[in-house]
């Protein structure tokens, strides 16, 4: 096992939450903007209107910085925090996916070399070979999406990869394709939302409104299409996440933000698209993408919250990120009671030598150690944490209660089993009772 990051008032799992459900923003955009991109500059090349060329100079500058500076960054971002917050959940994904990330590369390269050379040939070259440019980026930045969905979607619903542990069983898994579908759709409400944002600095009114008028049936039926594939994504997620999903109260809260956010962005979408198209501004503009990110955070939210207690679905534990069972395809073997047996601290090779045996005078501070490798990934450990504080969760509990609450953990569908033998739990108790106090 790996150093534990522990992060003081937030939590680790907030921090990934805010970075990875930002990247989307960015990411969306720059898989759904060319092909509406694509359709102005077609159309002014076809028509012999010079004067749309203005908004697509500001829209592709728009797409060039947003995706390509603060998105690669945020990208940047994910892999380092879940690389520090959850180590052998990357390695599993790397290990079984490796050949997918190269791939996935691969097209990143394609996409940051065609949007430079499509935006610094913009009006120099002839247009034929200026839309060849704009289709290169178009198809790579979707292809980009089309291997990234197969292994986020691997880890809520592995499929038959728990048997036979091969790569396309694993990525062409049951939520593949409803997922992949659910993203396509909503990255043209991103591109539309992006567009009316880039029209606040078109000076051109009549272009403003024509534009506008366009981007607002690409916006919303991009989010129709958008709830009915999530329909059919929710309808094909597993027994469990749909039990957690109606039985968690926090699940239902997501829910609510991420639906509200979405008729708000329907709502302005219609407003600053059909009704008053001249006066949309960057700032509306501005305040519809922060409510976007929050429809983002709903729905992640979700996704994330309802492969509970697992990190990689039926495969690996949350915060302990110890193996639940046995894939003798991959020839790994289920760790939880090899670990119960010799203790979790027999895995934290990094303690020094006066941690790794419990005695009276270090068991609180090796109880606090054990809370933040167990609990810390979905819980605060500060009373005024943000994600789920156990100070206040456990408030007036003594140590036994605290203890038989863990033991039944065994048997919650949500919480994963304590991974460690009597005298750690004991520990653990100790500490937990000492915080809640």
Same mark, same amino acid.
């Given at each position: 096992?790996?150093?534990?990051?522990?992060?003081?008032?937030?939590?680790?799992?907030?921090?990934?939450?805010?970075?990875?459900?930002?990247?989307?923003?960015?990411?969306?955009?720059?898989?759904?903007?060319?092909?509406?991109?694509?359709?102005?500059?077609?159309?002014?090349?076809?028509?012999?209107?010079?004067?749309?060329?203005?908004?697509?100079?500001?829209?592709?500058?728009?797409?060039?910085?947003?995706?390509?500076?603060?998105?690669?960054?945020?990208?940047?971002?994910?892999?380092?925090?879940?690389?520090?917050?959850?180590?052998?959940?990357?390695?599993?994904?790397?290990? /079984?996916?490796?050949?997918?990330?190269?791939?996935?590369?691969?097209?990143?390269?394609?996409?940051?070399?065609?949007?430079?050379?499509?935006?610094?040939?913009?009006?120099?070259?002839?247009?034929? /070979?200026?839309?060849?440019?704009?289709?290169?980026?178009?198809?790579?930045?979707?292809?980009?999406?089309?291997?990234?969905?197969?292994?986020?979607?691997?880890?809520? $619903?592995?499929?038959?990869?728990? $048997? $036979?542990?091969?790569?396309?069983?694993?990525?062409?898994?049951?939520?593949?394709?409803?997922?992949?579908?659910?993203?396509?759709?909503?990255?043209?409400?991103?591109?539309?939302?992006?567009?009316?944002?880039?029209?606040?600095?078109?000076?051109?009114?009549?272009?403003?409104?024509?534009?506008?008028?366009?981007?607002?049936?690409?916006?919303?039926?991009?989010?129709?299409?958008?709830?009915?594939?999530?329909?059919?994504?929710?309808?094909?997620?597993?027994?469990?996440?749909?039990?957690?999903?109606?039985?968690?109260?926090?699940?239902?809260?997501?829910?609510?933000?991420?639906?509200?956010?979405?008729?708000?962005?329907?709502?302005?979408?219609?407003?600053?698209?059909?009704?008053?198209?001249?006066? /949309?501004?960057?700032?509306?503009?501005?305040?519809?993408?922060?409510?976007?990110?929050?429809?983002?955070?709903?729905?992640?939210?979700?996704?994330?919250?309802?492969?509970?207690?697992?990190?990689?679905?039926?495969?690996?534990?949350?915060?302990?990120?110890?193996?639940?069972?046995?894939?003798?395809?991959?020839?790994?073997?289920?760790?939880?009671?090899?670990?119960?047996?010799?203790?979790?601290?027999?895995?934290?090779?990094?303690?020094?030598?006066?941690?790794?045996?419990?005695?009276?005078? /270090?068991?609180?501070?090796?109880?606090?150690?054990?809370?933040?490798?167990? !609990?810390?990934? !979905?819980?605060?450990?500060?009373?005024?944490?943000?994600?789920?504080?156990?100070?206040?969760?456990?408030?007036?509990?003594?140590?036994?209660?605290?203890?038989?609450?863990?033991?039944?953990?065994?048997?919650?569908?949500?919480?994963?089993?304590?991974?460690?033998?009597?005298?750690?739990?004991?520990?653990?108790?100790?500490?937990?009772?000492?915080?809640?106090?």
């Amino acid at each position: 096992m790996y150093p534990q990051w522990l992060v003081p008032t937030i939590g680790s799992a907030v921090v990934i939450a805010l970075i990875a459900c930002f990247h989307i923003l960015p990411s969306h955009l720059a898989t759904g903007a060319f092909w509406f991109n694509l359709y102005i500059e077609r159309k002014a090349v076809k028509e012999g209107r010079s004067e749309l060329m203005e908004f697509l100079k500001k829209y592709v500058i728009l797409i060039l910085i947003f995706s390509f500076i603060y998105g690669s960054l945020t990208g940047v971002g994910i892999w380092f925090a879940t690389a520090v917050s959850s180590p052998r959940a990357i390695s599993l994904l790397i290990h /079984n996916y490796v050949w997918g990330w190269a791939t996935e590369w691969v097209f990143f390269i394609i996409e940051i070399t065609a949007i430079y050379a499509y935006y610094y040939t913009l009006g120099k070259i002839d247009p034929v /070979n200026h839309l060849r440019l704009g289709w290169i980026y178009a198809w790579g930045a979707w292809i980009s999406m089309v291997i990234i969905t197969g292994i986020l979607a691997f880890m809520l $619903t592995p499929g038959k990869w728990l $048997t $036979t542990g091969g790569f396309f069983d694993g990525f062409f898994n049951p939520t593949y394709f409803p997922q992949l579908f659910t993203r396509t759709a909503f990255m043209f409400t991103v591109a539309s939302i992006y567009a009316l944002i880039a029209l606040s600095f078109v000076k051109n009114e009549s272009v403003k409104v024509e534009i506008a008028k366009k981007a607002g049936v690409w916006g919303l039926a991009g989010l129709v299409f958008a709830f009915i594939l999530g329909a059919w994504y929710f309808a094909k997620l597993p027994k469990e996440a749909k039990e957690l999903l109606n039985t968690l109260p926090y699940m239902k809260t997501l829910i609510k933000v991420m639906v509200i956010s979405l008729v708000i962005t329907a709502i302005y979408l219609v407003v600053f698209s059909f009704v008053i198209p001249k006066y /949309n501004n960057l700032i509306a503009g501005i305040i519809s993408a922060i409510v976007l990110f929050l429809a983002i955070l709903g729905f992640e939210g979700i996704r994330e919250g309802i492969r509970r207690p697992y990190i990689v679905n039926y495969v690996m534990y949350g915060s302990s990120q110890i193996i639940s069972r046995d894939l003798p395809a991959k020839a790994v073997k289920n760790e939880l009671e090899k670990v119960r047996a010799k203790g979790f601290l027999s895995k934290l090779y990094y303690l020094p030598p006066e941690l790794r045996t419990i005695t009276p005078e /270090n068991k609180v501070k090796v109880g606090e150690i054990l809370a933040i490798h167990l !609990c810390s990934g !979905c819980h605060s450990m500060a009373k005024d944490g943000w994600l789920r504080p156990l100070p206040k969760i456990l408030a007036g509990m003594d140590k036994e209660t605290i203890k038989s609450l863990i033991q039944s953990f065994d048997s919650s569908p949500y919480m994963p089993p304590f991974a460690g033998n009597e005298q750690e739990l004991d520990a653990v108790s100790e500490y937990l009772e000492k915080i809640a106090k």
